[in-house]
């Protein structure tokens, strides 16, 4: 494996790990809200969130230039704090985490969905608070609808193209990530780096898909029962 192809996986890997992170606190934050939110306005909210789930990635890139981009809404706002995003590898976790974000979404909602309401109420009843109750009763019974969602999110982090490459580029070493190098090789003519790029991807992938794969019918068949 040259330092090219080294540099692509451990970048990607860092990439999609604090994206996946990032995803773990927000994403189930708002899927247990809008799992326990009465509101007719719930719908639209989550509609809203999905959103990055459906959208072409180029467009989530224009809109995250338009944001931070030195010109941008909150872009020229960072720039005097000399902060710079574009360009720049936090940049790249930022696409990621937003790709990403509805698979920990839905995966969650659905997994606080299927907790027994009477679980909880019987912990209050006996004089646990509101925290203890999410952290002793409702996030344990959740967790592997949780698990196999961030799984997920990891995988479509690590294999995140269009976002990345309009707010990140394709600087190597700072930026280029293993879809970006594999965008890059093939337009070179660079089939020996492609394959091997493709080849790690993909294998990686299959893995997390397989180990979400184990935890996502049995919370399935717990919310069907």
Avoid: H
């Avoid at 931070?68 to 574009?86: C, M, N, Q, S």
């Avoid at 090789?185 to 020996?192: C, I, K, N, R």
């Amino acid at each position: 494996m040259n330092s090219g192809v080294w540099v692509a996986l451990t970048l990607s890997l860092k990439v999609a790990g604090w994206a996946t992170l990032i995803n773990m606190v927000l994403g189930v934050a708002a899927a247990y809200g809008l799992s326990r939110w009465r509101s007719p306005a719930r719908d639209l909210v989550d509609a809203i969130l999905t959103l990055p789930l459906v959208l072409p990635p180029t467009v989530l890139g224009y809109y995250l230039l338009v944001l931070l981009g030195r010109r941008g809404v909150f872009g020229a706002w960072l720039d005097k704090l000399g902060i710079e995003l574009v360009f720049t590898w936090q940049g790249a976790v930022i696409a990621a985490t937003i790709v990403a974000f509805p698979l920990v979404l839905k995966s969650a909602r659905a997994a606080f969905e299927n907790v027994d309401v009477q679980l909880e109420n019987a912990a209050r009843v006996l004089g646990v608070s509101e925290a203890g109750v999410f952290f002793r009763v409702t996030l344990p019974l959740a967790s592997k609808g949780i698990v196999a969602g961030v799984l997920l999110a990891f995988a479509r982090a690590l294999g995140e193209f269009g976002a990345t490459l309009m707010i990140a580029g394709n600087l190597p070493g700072r930026t280029q990530t293993l879809s970006v190098a594999i965008y890059e090789a093939v337009q070179a003519g660079d089939d020996q780096t492609a394959n091997l790029l493709v080849l790690i991807t993909s294998a990686t992938c299959i893995v997390v898909l397989l180990i979400a794969g184990r935890l996502l019918p049995k919370s399935q068949q717990r919310r069907q029962s």
